[in-house]
T-cell receptor, first 112, second 114 residues
Framework: KQEVTQIPAALSVPEGENLVLNCSFTDSAIYNLQWFRQDPGKGLTSLLL?????REQTSGRLNASLDKSSGRSTLYIAASQPGDSATYLC???????????FGEGTQLTVNP | EAGVAQSPRYKIIEKRQSVAFWCNPI?????LYWYQQILGQGPKLLIQ????????DSQLPKDRFSAERLKGVDSTLKIQPAKLEDSAVYLC????????????FGPGTRLTVL
């Protein structure tokens, strides 16, 4: 059974700092990994999707890496801003189109 | 392009009552998912449809939960009767199809069972 763990559970940083969020999964047989952002009381916004054959994906100040063999992914946020404050979730899919298995998220607070 | 629509956004009921949630996926998306997110946890899949057929309902509590996707577009998720532990956010997501796995989520319905 796939299990996804995110560390840390909560993180508070000053504005402008670069930061890394970690995600690990127990079964390396994944099809892809997706990072989401969730604001309080809102749904999930897809940030980045990495196929199992890829090593990283970038979008603006966000960079996600994937090391499938070790069961790890990181989300790097450069020059953090107060607007980045949210919960960040990672999720893996075992096969194309299959369910996503989520971690419990990292709650990020960026202080002005 | 319009996103995934869900209604209602909030619902408060008493235990043993019934409730229904509605989801309209992104136009043209063949695959539809219902997830349950309990406070402080990541979402967990309840049921997955491909067009109007069920692909995965292994984690759906079938004694009280039911879902349908008539005509392969809109979907309804029902709980009858509700229990206290059903208090959660119910998220609907859609993707283009089984070969394209990027899932897009709606705003969710927050259910409180008293």
């Amino acid at each position: 059974k796939q299990e996804v763990t995110q560390i840390p559970a909560a993180l508070s940083v000053p504005e402008g700092e670069n930061l890394v969020l970690n995600c690990s999964f127990t079964d390396s047989a994944i099809y892809n990994l997706q990072w989401f952002r969730q604001d309080p009381g809102k749904g999930l916004t897809s940030l980045l999707l990495i196929q199992s054959s890829q090593r990283e994906q970038t979008s603006g100040r966000l960079n996600a890496s994937l090391d499938k063999s070790s069961g790890r992914s990181t989300l790097y946020i450069a020059a953090s801003q107060p607007g980045d404050s949210a919960t960040y979730l990672c999720a893996v899919a075992r096969t194309s189109g299959s369910r996503l298995t989520f971690g419990e998220g990292t709650q990020l607070t960026v202080n002005p | 392009e319009a996103g995934v629509a869900q209604s209602p956004r909030y619902k408060i009921i008493e235990k043993r009552q019934s409730v229904a949630f509605w989801c309209n996926p992104i136009s043209g998306h063949a695959t539809l998912y219902w997830y349950q997110q309990i406070l402080g946890q990541g979402p967990k899949l309840l049921i997955q449809f491909q067009n109007n057929g069920v692909v995965d309902d292994s984690q759906l509590p079938k004694d009280r939960f039911s879902a349908e996707r008539l005509k392969g577009v809109d979907s309804t998720l029902k709980i009858q009767p509700a229990k206290l532990e059903d208090s959660a956010v119910y998220l609907c997501a859609s993707s283009q199809g089984l070969s394209v796995n990027e899932q897009f989520f709606g705003p969710g319905t927050r259910l409180t069972v008293l």
